[in-house]
């Protein structure tokens, strides 16, 4: 069965670090744009950051702010999302998603995944 899994997430004090991942099974990832979304309580789930299929093109939302960084490693069929410098307005439950359409474009729209992870919660709070 072809699925996203994301894993990494928990609670961290501000300013502090977590590095989420998002484990590819059923299918080889190098063939997919991969996406973090957030979604927070009471708010609508935004875009985060984005990478190709091959990892030299990405993209991070206004408010990352150079604070995180996406990679992938396609042989461990993984993308990965550091984030540093975590603040309390991060607090969301994070996923992954995977898009086969133009792959080697960091966005494409309209938006279509063919993948959704089940999420990981991030909880920045002291």
């Known amino acids: 069965q072809a699925q996203l899994v994301e894993s990494g997430g928990g609670l961290v004090q501000p300013g502090g670090s977590l590095r989420l991942s998002c484990a590819a099974s059923?299918?080889?990832?190098?063939?997919?744009?991969l996406c973090w979304f957030r979604q927070a309580p009471g708010k609508e789930r935004e875009r985060v950051s984005c990478?190709?299929?091959?990892?030299?093109?990405?993209y991070y939302a206004d408010f990352v702010d150079g604070r995180f960084t996406i990679s992938r490693d396609n042989a461990k069929n993984t993308v990965y999302l550091q984030m540093d410098n975590l603040k309390p307005e991060d607090t969301a439950v994070y996923y992954c998603?995977?898009?086969?359409?133009?792959?080697?474009?960091?966005?494409?729209?309209?938006?279509?995944?063919?993948?959704w992870g089940q999420g990981t919660q991030v909880t920045v709070s002291s």
């Open positions: 998603a995977a898009r086969q359409r133009n792959p080697w474009a960091v966005l494409n729209f309209p938006e279509e995944y063919d993948y």
């Open positions: 059923g299918f080889t990832l190098d063939t997919y744009a």
């Open positions: 990478i190709n299929n091959n990892g030299e093109g990405t």
